[in-house]
Nanobody, 121 residues
Framework: QVQLVESGGGLVQAGGSLRLSCAAS????????AGWFRQTPGKEREIVAA????????YYADSVKGRFTISRDNAERTVYLQMNSLKPEDTGVYYC??????????????WGQGTQVTVSS
């Protein structure tokens, strides 16, 4: 079992930045691939970024490439999402999730409760 708790969401103006954190407890974070997802009203949940357990493989959705950076600190059991140059369309609930294999299309085993990000124009 892994418990995930996101933090760092909030209200920011377009062009601003936020840093999301995902703190893990339970089994060691280092054995899992970690990802950030977001969901906005009327849309399906989409993956934003993913990072392998060793940080040697990273994925970004096209919509966030060059603006968002995912990173992790396995010793601190934390995954981060640095979000820069935020746009109103980045608004949504951001979720952290982990899986045992690196396959972003496969099932993600554990999820956090989500943190709201709102970008005003």
């Amino acid at each position: 079992q892994v418990q995930l708790v996101e933090s760092g969401g909030g209200l920011v103006q377009a062009g601003g930045s936020l840093r999301l954190s995902c703190a893990a407890s339970g089994r060691p974070l280092s054995i899992y691939t970690a990802g950030w997802f977001r969901q906005t009203p009327g849309k399906e949940r989409e993956i934003v970024a993913a990072i392998s357990w060793s940080s040697d493989t990273i994925y970004y959705a096209d919509s966030v490439k060059g603006r968002f950076t995912i990173s992790r600190d396995n010793a601190e059991r934390t995954v981060y999402l640095q979000m820069n140059s935020l746009k109103p369309e980045d608004t949504g609930v951001y979720y952290c999730a982990v899986q045992r294999v690196y396959n972003i299309a496969a099932q993600w085993n554990y999820w956090g409760q989500g943190t709201q990000v709102t970008v005003s124009s």
